[in-house]
């Protein structure tokens, strides 16, 4: 079993910044990619930002020139840094991992979810 703990969520101003990181832990063979997704109130769950294993990243058309994803492999950590935020980026905030469990059985796991809330 893969666990995700995220942290950094909070209050910011427009125009600030927050970080956002999440750590994997548990039984894991390998990690092919991770990622943030975002739930604003009355939407869908959408993409925000993907990194692979080789470090090739995508990311939404909202967030691109603002947002980066970044990851420390070592780690099995991930991290999102979110620069000149907008009170649309608004959402609770999920880390997502996907990969190989020590019985090479495919997993797909999600952080708890980390409320981003961009207000003056």
């Known amino acids: 079993q893969v666990q995700l703990a995220e942290s950094g969520g909070g209050l910011v101003q427009p125009g600030g910044s927050l970080r956002l990181s999440c750590t994997a832990s548990?039984?894991?063979?390998?990690?092919?990619?991770m990622g943030w997704y975002r739930q604003a109130p009355g939407k869908e769950r959408e993409l925000v930002a993907r990194i692979d294993s080789y470090g090739s990243t995508d990311y939404a058309d909202s967030v691109k020139g603002r947002f980066t994803i970044s990851k420390d492999s070592a780690l099995n950590t991930v991290y999102l840094q979110m620069n000149s935020l907008k009170p649309e980026d608004t959402a609770v905030y999920y880390c997502n991992v996907l990969g190989a469990d020590t019985n090479f059985k495919a997993f797909d796991s999600w952080g708890q979810g980390s409320q981003v809330t961009v207000s003056s």
């Open positions: 548990g039984n894991m063979f390998s990690v092919n990619a």
